[in-house]
Each structure stands twice: as structure tokens, then as C-alpha cells.
């Protein structure tokens, strides 16, 4: 039999609509080590060809014991997608409206890090809802790397859909 696909049949968990959501909520994301690999697919994509990122023997120099991370490929470790947020709030979300954050400690090739968010704040609207994420990271050391947030624009209610 063919004929459109029916997504519902492929969804990771039941959707939640913004007043399901609770502050203190939390998604956490699964760890990652930043290999050489990841460096190198991120001076690709992000064009970013300073030697800090890609050159052992320059970082070694400038006193850093290897690669050091750029400040967005850290932050981009707390992407909602590489957890279960956008899935858990699949069929309300809309889209991101803005993100921050901070580098607090550098980030090197072989670290392990471990990323979550929270949700620590939820303003309702008359159609939508407005969702702020605090994300974190932390490396294997136990060390908080980054902290950020991120606000995300959700439909209210998705009955009926």
C-alpha cells in the first residue's frame, strides 16, 4: 500500500502542549566527546580558520594543551534537537526566537561534554506560549564549561491536530 506518511506512526514520545510544561523541567542531552573529527567538521562548516582550531602545535604555543573548541561549537552541544525537548513538544513548536551564552571554561579536543536543559521560565500568550531555556554544560571533569539560554515560541494547544 502506498500513500502519504503518516508521522504520528514515527513520533519518539506523545507531544505536549505549552501548559503541560513545568519550570523545573529537565531535558538533559546525551554526552559527546569533542574528537578531532568534530573540529574539523565545524572549521568546515563554520568557515572558521583560525590555527586555535585546527593547529596542535600553534594552540601547544599559545599555552593550551591541544585543539581548543571554538565558543559556538561548545554552544551548539545544547542544541534542543540532539535531546528530547523538540520531540516531547513536537507538535507546539514553532521555532526558536533567541539564544545567549557564556564560555566559562575552555573546551579541548578529548573532552567529554555533558549537556542539559532546563526550563526556568514559561510566559503564556493568548495563542502561544513562550518557553526559556537555561543550558548547560559541564565536562567530564565535573567543570561548568558554558552556560546559556535559549526561548522558544510554542502553540498553546495542539488539539484537534
Do not use: W
Request: aromatic share 8%.
Amino acid at each position: 500500500m502506498t500513500g502519504p506518511v503518516n508521522f504520528d506512526d514515527y513520533r519518539l514520545c506523545e507531544s505536549l502542549d505549552f501548559k503541560d510544561l513545568k519550570i523545573g523541567q529537565k531535558f538533559p542531552i546525551p554526552s559527546r566527546t569533542m574528537t578531532d573529527a568534530l573540529f574539523a567538521a565545524f572549521q568546515l562548516a563554520s568557515g572558521d580558520n583560525h590555527p586555535i582550531h585546527y593547529d596542535v602545535e600553534y594552540c601547544k604555543a599559545q599555552g593550551h594543551p591541544g585543539l581548543l573548541a571554538h565558543a559556538m561549537q561548545v554552544m551548539i552541544q545544547t542544541a534542543p534537537g540532539a535531546g528530547m525537548f523538540p520531540h516531547i513538544v513536537d507538535k507546539s513548536l514553532i521555532g526558536m526566537l533567541e539564544l545567549s551564552g557564556r564560555v566559562l571554561a575552555p573546551v579541548y579536543s578529548g573532552d567529554t561534554v555533558y549537556p542539559i536543559l532546563e526550563i526556568t521560565g514559561l510566559k503564556e500568550q493568548k495563542t502561544t506560549g513562550v518557553v526559556t531555556l537555561s543550558s548547560t554544560i559541564h565536562n567530564q571533569k565535573g567543570e561548568r564549561v558554558f552556560e546559556g539560554s535559549q526561548t522558544l515560541l510554542l502553540r498553546k494547544e495542539t488539539a484537534g491536530e
